[in-house]
């Protein structure tokens, strides 16, 4: 058995900001505009100060206006909403993003219901929601599942009658995934924690994206041979106990199914570089429509 090929998603990731990059650069010689991100953070999780200082920097590097919020662990939730309301009023931000989770006295459904749809860059607004689940490309879509569909498009041109299982079922993952597969004509199925027997659904599959959120979940016996395998887990593990050190691991337990797989995502270094890529392309392409300027570009 040959092992895997290592699904490269950094390499990837950057070739789509240098894109974006050119583009940004051509839209300021030619037209005077930039675009403009608003990244807000509620509180100080640690693993969320990284995705924003990524997603602020990344921007700023392909020649974007990015400004974070940063708002206390308590502020109360009229306030975020006032945060998000000046946004959506400012010509000069064109895509916004909460960083979720927020604080356990937000209602989070609420807080992204407030971000105008056409600047809602994450996709999780229920119009952009419901636009991706009618199978329209009017809406955006999320992040990270568009990333993930990217990587599998270089693997598969053609996902036509592929059984795809999605192992997770949350609103900025599982579900936009499946609807994105669908699209693609796989047979899609979604596996959650009350999903029996995952491990025959997991053989039986094609294609596998693991978003469940636990460590090294999906071992090498439970993949069929040849199948592409994306790993969304970013999960902190222990190294050992007492040591105080932790390592970055997938859902995914890469140096099994790497020997049984046909393709695998590594973490990191995998699904979440095309995250933060996505976002950037999202965040331009709802700029091109605010400002009515033609879109011209792929990425
Ligand atoms: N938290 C983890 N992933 C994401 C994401 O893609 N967007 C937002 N807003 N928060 C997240």
Known sequence: MTRATIIDGRTYAAEIRLQLANYVSELCDSHHIIPGLAIVLVGHD???????????????????????????????EKELIDIIEGFNCNTAINGIVVQLPLPAHMDTQQILNTIDPSKDVDGLHPCNAGHLCAGSDRGITPCTPLGCLRLLRRQHPSMNGMRALVIGRSNIVGKPMAHLLVQENCTVTIAHSKTRDLL???????????????????????VRPGATVIDVGINRVACQEGSGMSVLAGDVCFAEVVEVAGAVTPVPGGVGPMTVAMLLRNTLLAFLQQVGVEKGFCA
């Open 46 to 76: 640690p693993a969320s100060q990284v995705y924003v200082r990524n997603k602020h920097r990344q921007a700023q590097d392909i020649g974007m206006h990015s400004l974070v919020s940063l708002l206390s662990e308590n502020v109360e």
């Open 200 to 222: 025959q659904e997991c053989r039986r599959a094609d294609i596998v994206i693991a978003a469940a959120g636990q460590a090294e979940m999906v071992r090498g016996d439970w």
